[in-house]
T-cell receptor, first 109, second 112 residues
């Protein structure tokens, strides 16, 4: 069974501080991992995916297969980063897409 | 205007009644999903479908049913067997497993 865990339900930082949102997964095969974001009153949308190895809005995430983690990081948080962030996993066969519990990030001025 | 549309936005149901939530997409996506979003529990997968006329149970399928008669439509029925149906329901679609999933705006169901 595949499972995604986000240990922090709430995370609060000050503007300009580094931020790290934790994501751990359990899956026996080779997973594909994603971060989705939901800004206030907006639809849930893709932020980044590990296969792209890209930086979106200053965020990066590295897949660590040894630690089964996919933490989301940003060196300098901005107020507009305040949102709900979800880590998600899909499997190499089939299209079951599983989400974590979500982390509500608040960036204070 | 391409996208994924859920209707209605708000839905009220009396206890003991079945209710169907609509989800339509014009993105030509093969895969479609239904999630339930509750505070503190994230998005939990109810059902998903990879192709027309085929669907699989997710983690919390009990009390729910779906159909996939057309590629663009994936309606979800919340039956009277669902013990705690009051929630926010999200529908999504994607072309392939590694591509972006697009979400609807959600339906908030309240049992009165």
């Amino acid at each position: 069974a595949q499972r995604v865990t986000q240990p922090e339900k709430l995370l609060s930082v000050f503007k300009g501080a580094p931020v790290e949102l934790k994501c751990n997964y359990s899956y026996s095969g080779s997973p594909e991992l994603f971060w989705y974001v939901q800004y206030s009153r907006q639809r849930l949308q893709l932020l980044l995916r590990h296969i792209s190895r890209e930086s979106i809005k200053g965020f990066t995430a590295d897949l660590n297969k040894g630690e089964t983690s996919f933490h989301l990081k940003k060196p300098f948080a901005q107020e507009e980063d305040s949102a709900m962030y979800y880590c998600a996993l899909t499997q190499t066969s089939g299209s079951r897409l599983t989400f974590g519990e979500g982390t509500q990030l608040t960036v204070n001025p | 205007d391409g996208g994924i549309t859920q209707s209605p936005k708000y839905l009220f149901r009396k206890e003991g009644q079945n209710v169907t939530l609509s989800c339509e997409q014009n993105l030509n996506h093969d895969a479609m999903y239904w999630y339930r979003q509750d505070p503190g529990q994230g998005l939990r997968l109810i059902y998903y479908s990879q192709i027309v006329n085929d669907f699989q149970k997710g983690d919390i399928a009990e009390g729910y049913s779906v159909s996939r008669e057309k590629k663009e439509s994936f309606p979800l029925t919340v039956t009277s067997a669902q013990k705690n149906p009051t929630a926010f329901y999200l529908c999504a679609s994607s072309q392939q497993r590694t591509t972006e999933a697009f979400f609807g705006q959600g339906t908030r169901l309240t049992v009165v």
